[in-house]
């Protein structure tokens, strides 16, 4: 079925199945969400940047931005290097949060533990697009964000 997404989102215009019916934008966009179709960012390579929800995996285009941005565990203090770091989903990919660079952020294994944990560290991603994490008030009671700069000292 074609229609150009443009088309689609203005909601004009006519899709067009493949034995040539025209159906309406309703009806594309409901087929399109039913066959999971989304959107996919691509860098000027046709690398993908950001693959909205239709998957929590992420691909390695996405995780080389991620080392590159990131370049470790992005945890404050923490000098463990990109092998070391997963990517986390800063809003949960199971509540909505999408798998792009700017949802993304390296943890080792203990620091995602931590982002876990029920009243812990919280992150956040900055007007920079670089993390920030807040802690908790047992650590900060004024929870000022903090980021590591381990990674970017020259």
């Known amino acids: 079925m074609g229609v ?3 088309v689609m989102t203005r909601e004009l215009g006519l899709g067009t199945l493949p034995d040539g019916d025209r159906v309406p934008p309703e009806t594309v966009r409901r087929m399109a969400c039913t066959a999971g179709i989304i959107p996919i960012t691509l860098n000027a ?6 693959i909205g929800r239709q998957t929590r995996v ?12 990131d370049r470790g565990c992005a945890f404050p203090g923490c000098d463990r290097d990109a092998r070391w770091a997963d990517a986390h989903h800063i809003k949960h990919w ?16 203990y620091h995602h ?28 009671p004024r929870q000022r964000p903090q980021r590591n700069n381990y990674h970017r000292r020259e």
């Open 4 to 6: 150009d997404f443009e």
């Open 45 to 50: 390579t046709g690398q993908p940047l950001d």
């Open 58 to 69: 992420v691909p390695g285009a996405i995780r080389r931005a991620l080392l590159i941005r």
């Open 94 to 109: 199971s509540h909505g949060g999408p798998t792009a660079l700017e949802n993304l952020v390296l943890l080792c294994s």
């Open 113 to 140: 533990g931590e982002i876990h944990r029920p009243n812990g560290w919280a992150v956040f991603m900055e007007a920079d697009s670089h993390p920030s994490f807040i802690p908790p008030t047992y650590i900060d």
